[in-house]
T-cell receptor, first 113, second 111 residues
Framework: DAGVTQSPTHLIKTRGQHVTLRCSPI?????VSWYQQVLGQGPQFIFQ???????GRGNFPDRFSARQFPNYSSELNVNALLLGDSALYLC????????????FGPGTRLTVT | GEDVEQSLFLSVREGDSSVINCTYT??????LYWYKQEPGAGLQLLTY?????DMKQDQRLTVLLNKKDKHLSLRIADTQTGDSAIYFC???????????FGAGTRLAVHP
């Protein structure tokens, strides 16, 4: 079975632009979480979605939004990009919310210039 | 507050054992995790331990949990060059799957 997939792999954007990142969870997994990993740091929790509903949100500004689709895939949107948004964005899937094994995708490397 | 702490760097000789340490803050954390990240890659789930256990062994990996001191460790036996990576300790918070990660320990294995 395929693991968690994310697209695109790399992305370069300019300050003020908007970006959409995509994630497909492991088949059968219904929960998707998004994390931001700035270089040299551990991942920081952004959102969790389960059954198309937001179940948790980290300490990120409203410029960050996400959604989950009926097939359980998910998009992370970031508006008005800042240089500080440059990071590796990781998606994790788990069977359900409250199910404690989370599997991460390879990430999308976003560079904001 | 939410804060997981790890030492930043560990260097070991190939064939020796590696011990990576972590302290966490939330005594209500139900599960504690170890993830591995190789350069340019995502996170690989290595192992996890339920909070009512004090030890878990999985092949070359041994996890020790001291709940009283909120201390977690990962021992890698017979460390190989392929074990060179960054190792993250994480705790889970809340009723959903919010993982709180440490800054990671870079493990360097030398001949």
């Amino acid at each position: 079975d395929a693991g968690v997939t994310q697209s695109p792999t790399h992305l370069i954007k300019t300050r003020g632009q908007h970006v959409t990142l995509r994630c497909s969870p492991i088949s059968g997994h219904k929960s998707v979480s998004w994390y931001q990993q700035v270089l040299g740091q551990g991942p920081q929790f952004i959102f969790q979605y389960y059954e198309k509903e937001e179940r948790g949100r980290g300490n990120f500004p409203d410029r960050f939004s996400a959604r989950q689709f009926p097939n359980y895939s998910s998009e992370l949107n970031v508006n008005a990009l800042l240089l500080g948004d440059s990071a590796l964005y990781l998606c994790a899937s788990s069977l359900e919310t409250g199910f404690y094994e989370q599997y991460f995708g390879p990430g999308t490397r976003l560079t904001v210039t | 507050g939410e804060d997981v702490e790890q030492s930043l760097f560990l260097s070991v000789r190939e064939g020796d054992s590696s011990v990576i340490n972590c302290t966490y803050t939330d005594s209500s954390s139900t599960y504690l995790y170890w993830y591995k990240q190789e350069p340019g890659a995502g996170l690989q789930l290595l192992t996890y331990i339920f909070s009512n256990m004090d030890m878990k062994q999985d092949q070359r990996l041994t996890v020790l949990l001291n709940k009283k001191d909120k201390h977690l460790s990962l021992r890698i036996a017979d460390t190989q060059t392929g074990d060179s990576a960054i190792y993250f300790c994480a705790e889970i918070l809340g009723g959903y799957n919010k993982l709180i990660f440490g800054a990671g320990t870079r493990l360097a294995v030398h001949p």
